[in-house]
């Protein structure tokens, strides 16, 4: 059982940035593709980015790329998501998740993820 914990949100101004935290437990976090999705209001849960487990291979979301940045620190059990320029439409609630294969293959697929963290709300004003 790996349990996720989100940190990092708040609110925020157009143009500004946030640094998103998801801690896991267990001693298998450096094993595990993780991955980052939100969910804004009245919309179904879309994928954000993911990051591998060799803290190399990164993937986004089309309107995240340039602006979010994905990261991990396997000796903290944790990932990170850096994201700048914030705009209004990023307002949401964003969910960290682990995926447990070996080489996942489809990271924006929102049910290969096995584990979720509860979330953490971003809003950003105009």
């Known amino acids: 059982q790996v349990q996720l914990v989100e940190s990092g949100g708040g609110l925020v101004q157009a143009g500004g940035a946030l640094r998103l935290s998801c801690a896991a437990s267990?001693?298998?976090?450096?094993?595990?593709?993780m991955g980052w999705f939100r969910r804004a209001p009245g919309k179904e849960r879309e994928f954000v980015a993911a990051i591998r487990r060799n803290t190399v291979d990164t993937y986004y979301a089309d309107s995240m790329k340039g602006r979010f940045t994905v990261s991990r620190d396997n000796a903290k059990n944790t990932m990170y998501l850096q994201m700048n320029s914030l705009r209004p439409e990023d307002t949401a609630v964003y969910y960290c998740?682990?995926?447990?294969?070996?080489?996942?293959?489809?990271?924006?697929?929102?049910?290969?993820?096995?584990?979720w963290g509860q979330g953490t709300q971003v809003t950003v004003s105009s």
């Open positions: 267990g001693r298998t976090f450096s094993l595990y593709t």
């Open positions: 998740a682990a995926d447990t294969q070996a080489y996942p293959l489809r990271l924006g697929v929102e049910h290969e993820y096995d584990y």
